[in-house]
């Protein structure tokens, strides 16, 4: 037994590496070696997540060898859908994206989409508007802005599926924004069981796996970025 991997070079300027059958487990490096060097780490962390969510039985054994199921390099392409040097980044498909989602796959996903909003929330709780609000120096966004971000971003893989409501409904307001967001995909994702969409927009491919993918790891990626920021 081995755990499938996919790496994916160039995005945002670095690698990942997805664990592919254990959403939300990833690790990064400014290349595919150091993302590769990082990933007995992330295992354990991931580990450790999983048993202060009382997931204990879903630990990832840290002896098991790895098999690497494909490696995308991230370009960007621009209007007419031709590769430039800045424009629309195009991420990962990796073969596994294909694979319909089982009813017990969604399941889980569900529940550590649960799970990473959890942690996201508990580490934002009790902290002041100005705080929300303060924006530091060479950051993108401010907390608050962070919280936008990723409701936002659940928004826009729905929307690649063709599974979004509009996008002037989404609400100004971080947590109501989160709130109505992740309902929705929480409503949508059971209706994917056994789908074989896959949806060719923007040039890029999408499909449920990905959309499910992405998600878990988006919403722990900043959740570790905000912790980051509270520390400065």
């Not at 070079?9 to 290349?31: A, K």
């Not at 989602?101 to 989409?113: D, H, Q, R, T």
């Not at 890029?204 to 990905?210: L, Q, V």
Request: aromatic letters at 10%; one cysteine or more.
């Amino acid at each position: 037994m081995a755990l499938k991997l996919g790496i994916e070079n160039g995005s945002e300027g670095r690698t990942i590496v997805w664990v592919l059958e254990h959403l939300g487990c990833f690790s990064y490096g400014e290349n595919s070696q150091e993302a590769l060097d990082a990933l007995p780490a992330a295992l354990q962390e991931y580990n450790e997540w999983l048993v202060r969510h009382e997931q204990g039985a879903r630990v990832i054994p840290l002896d098991l060898d790895f098999h690497i199921d494909g490696t995308w390099e991230v370009y960007q392409i621009d209007e007419n859908f031709a590769v430039t040097s800045e424009g629309y980044e195009v991420n990962a498909w990796f073969q596994d994206d294909w694979k319909p989602l089982a009813e017990k796959e969604i399941a889980l996903g569900i529940e550590l989409l649960s799970m990473s909003r959890a942690d996201l929330l508990l580490t934002v709780e009790g902290l002041g508007e100005e705080t929300m609000n303060l924006k530091l120096p060479g950051e993108r966004w401010s907390i608050a802005g962070i919280l936008k971000h990723v409701a936002s971003a659940d928004w826009w893989y729905l929307d690649r599926l063709g599974m979004a409501f509009p996008s002037d409904q989404l609400p100004s307001e971080p947590g109501e924004r989160l709130d109505k967001v992740r309902t929705h995909m929480v409503d949508i994702l059971p209706s994917l069981a056994g789908s074989k969409l896959v949806v060719g927009i923007e040039g890029e491919f999408w499909s449920p796996r990905k959309l499910l993918r992405r998600a878990v790891w988006h919403e722990r990626d900043h959740t570790f970025h905000i912790r980051k920021l509270m520390k400065l």
